[in-house]
Structure formats: C-alpha cells, structure tokens
T-cell receptor, first 117, second 111 residues
Framework: EAGVAQSPRYKIIEKRQSVAFWCNPI?????LYWYQQILGQGPKLLIQ????????DSQLPKDRFSAERLKGVDSTLKIQPAKLEDSAVYLC???????????????FGSGTRLTVV | SQQGEEDPQALSIQEGENATMNCSYK?????LQWYRQNSGRGLVHLIL?????REKHSGRLRVTLDTSKKSSSLLITASRAADTASYFC???????????FGSGTRLQVQP
C-alpha cells in the first residue's frame, strides 16, 4: 500500500511570502491531519478533516494559515504571510474513519521542512 | 497543545543496554501510542496500548500504562545503534481521534 505523499520535501521562503504544501493520503482514508513540528518539540495538531469537512481547527492560526480538502482526498495547507516562527516541519497523516485499525491507525508522510528567513 | 512531558528529554546509552522512557499525560484517553522519528524523517508507529491494558510487548519493546497515574513507559531491551532516534508518546483522548504528542525523548545508542 502506498504511503502518505507530501510535497515539496523542503521549502525556503522569505518572511511575508506565501507558501503551500500538498498531501495525498492513503487511498480510502477518510480522516486527514496536518501537524506542525517545531525543532525539538513534538508535533502539534493544526487541523483535522473528516472527508472534506473540518473536524478540529482549534489550533490553526486562522489569520495566516488555511487548509482545504477538496473532494475529500488531497489536501493543501497554505501560509500567507509567513513569519519566522512558522519554520517547522509540516506533517500530514491519514487514518480510516471512525475505527482505528492497523498497527496504530495513523500513517504519517515524510513531511515538508519549511524554513522562513 | 502538547499533552505532557516525556522524561528524560535526552538519553545516551551503550549498545546492548536497555533504554527506558517515560511519558505523562493529562486527560482521559482511549489509547496511547509510541512513535519513533529518525532525524529529518516522518513518524513511525511502534506500539499501541489501549486504556484498559496495563502492559504490552512487541519484539524488543515493552510498554506499560498506568491510567491512575496518567503515565506510560517504553522499554527498549538490548538496544542497537539503529535505535538512535527521537521517541514520542501520543494519546488519543476520549471522544477525539487526533493524536496529541508529548515533547519526546532523544535516544542516542553508542556502538
């Protein structure tokens, strides 16, 4: 089974610029998550989708971050404008719907490493 | 927000020794999971323990869960240099589906 695909792998932008990340979850996984992992910390949930609807975006800085999951498959996460403190790895994960299955139920992509200079 | 703290933050041991990492959390959970992350890479699931379980084994891994103390431990026996990585505990809170991660333990296994 193919894993969770993310692109780009790396991105360097200047502050105040905009950037977008893309995620393609495992086929059939209804739930998709975006996490932000700042260097030296654990991942923090930004947003959770169930199909194409938002379940939890309580920790998403909505003044600059936005995310969508059109058609309930691929997802994009956008930052506009970026700040220095947005430098982090952005991880996408997916899981089946309401039942946790498999070894942990969640599969993570390799992440996009964003550096804001 | 982070679920809790992991202890120690960093651990350095010799190959063949055992490594123990502890995790504390704050909420009522459905299950607790441990993940490994090699530098610059994604998270790899190691083991899941449900809230009604107290201990679980998988190969060289042993996980315990004490819901009364809201804590868990991960034991890696007979460590190898390839075990060098960061280890994170993550909880699935009751009524939620998303993982909430701890701050992680950086393990260095010296050959």
């Amino acid at each position: 089974e193919a894993g969770v695909a993310q692109s780009p792998r790396y991105k360097i932008i200047e502050k105040r610029q905009s950037v977008a990340f893309w995620c393609n979850p495992i086929s059939g996984h209804a739930t998709l998550y975006w996490y932000q992992q700042i260097l030296g910390q654990g991942p923090k949930l930004l947003i959770q989708f169930q199909n194409n609807g938002v379940v939890d975006d309580s920790q998403l800085p909505k003044d600059r971050f936005s995310a969508e999951r059109l058609k309930g498959v691929d997802s994009t996460l956008k930052i506009q404008p970026a700040k220095l403190e947005d430098s982090a790895v952005y991880l996408c994960a997916s899981s089946l719907g309401h039942q946790i299955s498999g070894p942990g139920g969640y599969t993570f992509g390799s992440g996009t490493r964003l550096t804001v200079v | 927000s982070q679920q809790g703290e992991e202890d120690p933050q960093a651990l350095s041991i010799q190959e063949g020794e055992n490594a123990t990492m502890n995790c504390s959390y704050k909420t009522s959970i459905n299950n607790l999971q441990w993940y490994r992350q090699n530098s610059g890479r994604g998270l790899v699931h190691l083991i899941l323990i449900r809230s009604n379980e107290r201990e679980k084994h998988s190969g060289r891994l042993r996980v315990t869960l004490d819901t009364s103390k809201k804590s868990s431990s991960l034991l890696i026996t007979a460590s190898r240099a390839a075990d060098t990585a960061s280890y994170f505990c993550a909880t699935v809170d009751t009524g939620r589906r998303a993982l909430t991660f701890g701050s992680g333990t950086r393990l260095q296994v010296q050959p």
